[in-house]
Structure formats: C-alpha cells, structure tokens
Nanobody, 124 residues
Framework: QVQLVESGGGSVQAGGSLRLSCAAS????????MAWFRQTPGKEREGVAV???????TYADSVKGRFTISRDNAKKSLYLQMTSLKPEDTDIYYC??????????????????WGQGTQVTVSS
C-alpha cells in the first residue's frame, strides 16, 4: 500500500524559502517517478516539478529557477526546495508517485498516488 506523507509547509513572507519533504513507504520507491503538485480546493491542480527514477527533471514555467526537486532513494524521500517565494505560490502541495518511468510535467498518467498535502502560505 503506497503511503506518502508530506511535511515542511508553513507561512513565509515573499522572497523567503521553504523546503518540503515527503516520506514514502509501501512500494519500491526507486522504481517510481515522483512529483510535487499543488492545488487549492475548487481550482485545477498544477504540476510543479517532476523527477523520474532515472533522474530527469521537469518544472512548471512558473517555478523554473526558483524550485528544485530532489530525491534520496536510500531514505525513500522526496524534497522540494522553494526559494524566492511569491504570494501566488500559496497553495496545498502534494507529493505524488507514479509507476510510469517517463513522466513529465505535461504527461502524468493514471494511476498515481497522492499524499495528504501540506499547506504553503506566502504573504506579501
């Protein structure tokens, strides 16, 4: 049973930084593509960053140069380092896993597995 638990969210001022973490369990972590999505209830979800099992990364244009996705297969963990945060980055951030090895920001097929989310709030 795939379990993903996010942590590290919080409130920061614009220009600040946060590091999100995701602890994975219940599956062979190294074989999965991993990603961070964000979504506010009532709005469409947005892919933020994707990291495949082979190390390929893709980012949403809105976060390129500011966010960095990384993973530690030994610790079964996924990270998102967020810098130069903007109020428009305010959202619930989700850690997501996918068995497909060639995922990108624009191609993230079903099925996939989601954590419970962590709130990020950026004030101006």
């Amino acid at each position: 049973q795939v379990q993903l638990v996010e942590s590290g969210g919080g409130s920061v001022q614009a220009g600040g930084s946060l590091r999100l973490s995701c602890a994975a369990s219940g599956y062979t972590y190294s074989e999965y593509s991993m990603a961070w999505f964000r979504q506010t209830p009532g709005k469409e979800r947005e892919g933020v960053a994707v990291l495949t099992r082979d190390g390929a990364t893709t980012y949403a244009d809105s976060v390129k140069g500011r966010f960095t996705i990384s993973r530690d297969n030994a610790k079964k963990s996924l990270y998102l380092q967020m810098t130069s945060l903007k109020p428009e980055d305010t959202d619930i951030y989700y850690c997501v896993a996918n068995r497909y090895p060639f995922c990108t920001i624009t191609y993230w097929p079903d099925p996939n597995y989601w954590g419970q989310g962590t709130q990020v709030t950026v004030s101006s």
